[in-house]
């Protein structure tokens, strides 16, 4: 399977702190994409790095990508508690036609 | 407001009833994907459609079967061949070179076997 791996699978944190996650993946890849998913909702689109960035920021957001090492980290800074959610890494392999999600992060944010 | 609909929210499924599950846009998107998702898991990719009267199997698509005679519409029917249908159903749609900018997901369908 092409699905990306995600870790940690679960992350708990007091408002305030910086919360890091990690994706991994298989293969050469034109973009990473990540989203956030509420409980019972559908998926979010947040950030998208490619394959020829290293770094990006959106907000309280900061996405990285190390193309030798297959993988990425989305920082998110100063969380909140609305920040409790799931994020997923999406990945855009070439040759592909559609993306693979990781398996996610369930991060919990403490008021 | 542009946006992707799926209807209903919660559906219940008899064994050996085949039911749909309806995915709207309005975001003239080309491309459109379902994905089941089961619990504390990612997603999985059943089906999608790049063109109308045009789809491609996923990596799970045995005992689901899809359409896509209009651009704004991709139903997915879960029939009776499906033996564990029990999850979360999203359905996404993107520009056909969309993989750059993101998909949009619908809010899903959660189905249950009764």
């Known amino acids: 399977s092409q699905q990306g791996e995600e870790d940690p699978q679960a992350l708990s944190i007091q408002e305030g702190e910086n919360a890091t996650m990690n994706c991994s993946y298989k293969?050469?890849?034109?973009?990473l994409q990540w989203y956030r998913q509420n409980s019972g909702r559908g998926l979010v689109h947040l950030i998208l790095?490619?394959?020829?960035?290293r770094e990006k920021h959106s907000g309280r957001l900061r996405v990285t990508l190390d193309t030798s090492k297959k993988s990425s980290s989305l920082l998110i800074t100063a969380s909140r508690a609305a920040d409790t959610a799931s994020y997923f890494c999406a990945t855009d392999y070439t040759g592909a036609n559609n993306l693979f999600f990781g398996t996610g992060t369930r991060l919990t944010v403490i008021p | 407001d542009g946006g992707i609909t799926q209807s209903p929210k919660y559906l219940f499924r008899k064994e050996g009833q085949n039911v749909t599950l309806s995915c709207e846009q309005n975001l003239n998107h080309d491309a459109m994907y379902w994905y089941r998702q089961d619990p504390g898991q990612g997603l999985r990719l059943i089906y999608y459609s790049q063109i109308v009267n045009d789809f491609q199997k996923g990596d799970i698509a045995e005992g689901y079967s899809v359409s896509r005679e209009k651009k704004e519409s991709f139903p997915l029917t879960v029939t009776s061949a499906q033996k564990n249908p029990t999850a979360f159903y999203l359905c996404a749609s993107s520009t056909t070179t969309g993989r750059s900018y993101g998909y949009t997901f619908g809010s899903g369908t959660r189905l249950t076997v009764v």
């Open positions: 293969t050469s890849i034109n973009n």
């Open positions: 790095i490619r394959s020829n960035e």
